[in-house]
C-alpha cells in the first residue's frame, strides 16, 4: 500500500504556479519525503527531498506542515515541458527497509 | 558522464523463453532496484539490492529473479516470462540507502507473447 496519498490529476495555465499536494499522514519521524518526475515513459526525474524544513532547488520548492502530514511541491512558473506524473514518495532514513512505494502520482497538464 | 544503463530498450518474446534485462550503473552506487510499470497503476517495485550480494523482494517479485555480483550491475531474470510480465521496466540506482535521490534508467519495454 502507498504511504502517500496524491490527486490523479491536476491542470495548470503555462506561466502559473503549479501546487501539488501529497497527504503522508503515517510518515515516521526519520523518513524523508522526495518527489519525482516522470515525462511520457521515459525514467521519472529526482525533483527535490526533505524532512521537516521547506527546501528549494533550482527546480522547484518543497513546503512540509509543521506536523509532517502532508506537503506541496510548488513549480513557480510551470512551462509545457513540466506536464509530467509527478510522484511524491516517502522514503526511510538507512536502517529501515529500502521498500519504497511509488504510487499511481499526480497527471500535472499544463495548458498553454 | 554518469548514469543508469538498461538494455535493451524494446524487447519482444514468446512464453517461456527466459530472458534478462541488463542493468548498469557507473557511480559506484550501493543501492540498485528494479521497477515495473503498467498502465493506471504507477511504479511497483520488483526487487532491490542494497550492496553486493544483498538483494530483497519489493511489492511484485513474482516471476522474478535479481543478482548482485558486482556493485554496478543489477540483472534482472525472468526465467519463464508470461504475457502477464508485458511491461515498461525501469532500474534505479542511489548512492546508499539513505535520504539520497534515486538515479533511473531509460526504460526496457518488454512485450512477452
Known amino acids: 500500500d502507498a504511504k502517500t496519498t496524491q490527486p490523479t490529476s491536476m491542470d495548470c495555465a503555462e506561466g502559473r504556479a503549479a501546487n501539488l499536494p501529497c497527504n503522508h499522514s503515517t510518515i515516521s519521524g526519520n523518513e524523508y519525503v522526495y518527489w519525482y518526475r516522470q515525462i511520457h515513459s521515459q525514467g521519472p526525474q529526482y525533483i527535490i527531498h526533505g524532512l521537516k524544513n521547506n527546501e528549494t532547488n533550482e527546480m522547484a520548492s518543497l513546503i512540509i506542515t509543521e506536523d509532517r502530514k502532508s506537503s506541496t511541491l510548488i513549480l513557480p512558473h510551470a512551462t509545457l515541458r513540466d506536464t509530467a506524473v509527478y510522484y511524491c514518495?516517502?522514503?526511510?532514513?538507512?536502517?529501515?527497509?529500502?521498500?519504497?512505494?511509488f504510487g499511481k502520482g499526480t497527471k500535472l497538464t499544463v495548458n498553454p | 558522464e554518469a548514469q543508469v544503463t538498461q538494455n535493451p530498450r524494446y524487447l519482444i518474446t514468446v512464453t517461456g523463453k527466459k530472458l534478462t534485462v541488463t542493468c548498469s550503473q557507473n557511480?559506484?552506487?550501493?543501492?540498485m532496484s528494479w521497477y515495473r510499470q503498467d498502465p493506471g497503476l504507477g511504479l511497483r517495485q520488483i526487487y532491490y539490492s542494497m550492496n553486493v550480494e544483498v538483494t530483497d523482494k519489493g511489492d511484485v517479485p513474482e516471476g522474478y529473479k535479481v543478482s548482485r555480483k558486482e556493485k554496478r550491475n543489477f540483472p534482472l531474470i525472468l526465467e519463464s516470462p508470461s504475457p502477464n510480465q508485458t511491461s515498461l521496466y525501469f532500474c534505479?540506482?542511489?548512492?546508499?540507502?539513505?535520504?539520497?535521490?534515486?538515479?533511473f534508467g531509460s526504460g526496457t519495454q518488454l512485450s512477452v507473447l
Open positions: 557511480m559506484n552506487h550501493e543501492y
Open positions: 514518495i516517502v522514503r526511510p532514513p538507512q536502517g529501515g527497509s529500502e521498500k519504497l512505494v
Open positions: 534505479a540506482s542511489s548512492p546508499r540507502w539513505s535520504n539520497e535521490k534515486l538515479f
